[in-house]
Each structure stands twice: as structure tokens, then as C-alpha cells.
């Protein structure tokens, strides 16, 4: 079965990107939204995934709103969140680093993406998440 990522970034190319690699592959289904809004919308519509890649920088609800709100549901508190974003000052790495399973910094290698976001999905096969 395949795993579902969502990614939550206010630049359509990146979401494009993200979105073209991982199905690529046929292992992964990618959800893509353009904001946190969405991600919440979405979220609330059923389309639950398996891991979120949220940026931190969106207008509007920005990626540490955004978390809050998934962290809030009892639905969605257990779902994986990996920081992906350009925000790299210290106290944002710091502090997404502790909230959050991964943080990665923009721009990113796809390759090590890839093996982060298969590393955090087996830790939470193996905890029943």
C-alpha cells in the first residue's frame, strides 16, 4: 500500500517537485497544499497522511500555526511533521527540531529527502502510528 505525504508550501514549484519525485517512484501518494489553511481544509476533508512536509514561511497561517492546528486534533497529533523550509536561523532550527520528527533546511538534496522521510515512515510503522 502506498505510504501518503503531504506537502504544505506556499510555492507551487516546490510542491511540483516534491509531488513528480516521490510518485515517480509509485511507492508514495502526495497530497500537495499551497498553504496552511489548506493543509487544515484538507486535513478536515479526510485526507489524512501518513507524514507532512511543512514549510515554516507562508503567508497567512504560517508553518508554526499550521502545526499548532495539527497538533491540537486528537485525529492528526500523532501524524509525522518534518520542517522543510529556509528558515535557518538558530532559534527556528532549534526550536523545530524539538517540536517536530525532522527538520530540513532549503535547498535540500532529494536524495537525502527521500531518506529521511523513509527513515521517519518506519518509525512509525514499527510504533503503530
Do not use: H
Not at 517540536?99 to 535540500?108: H, N, R, S, V, W
Amino acid at each position: 500500500m502506498k505510504k501518503k505525504i503531504m506537502i504544505v508550501d506556499d510555492e507551487p514549484d516546490q510542491v511540483y517537485t516534491i509531488k513528480q519525485f516521490f510518485e515517480f517512484s509509485g511507492e508514495y501518494e502526495v497530497i500537495g497544499a499551497n498553504s496552511g489553511m489548506e493543509c487544515v481544509e484538507l486535513l478536515k476533508n479526510k485526507k489524512i497522511p501518513d507524514l507532512i512536509l511543512l514549510d515554516i514561511m507562508m503567508p497567512e497561517m504560517n508553518g508554526w500555526k499550521t502545526f499548532d492546528a495539527i497538533r491540537e486534533n486528537l485525529l492528526w497529533k500523532n501524524i509525522p511533521v518534518i520542517f522543510l523550509t529556509a528558515k535557518t536561523d538558530d532559534i527556528s532550527v532549534k526550536l523545530g527540531s524539538f517540536l517536530a520528527t525532522d527538520y530540513i533546511e532549503k535547498p535540500f538534496d532529494i536524495d537525502d529527502l527521500r531518506k529521511r522521510i523513509d527513515n521517519v515512515l518506519k518509525k512509525s510503522s514499527s510504533k503503530g502510528l
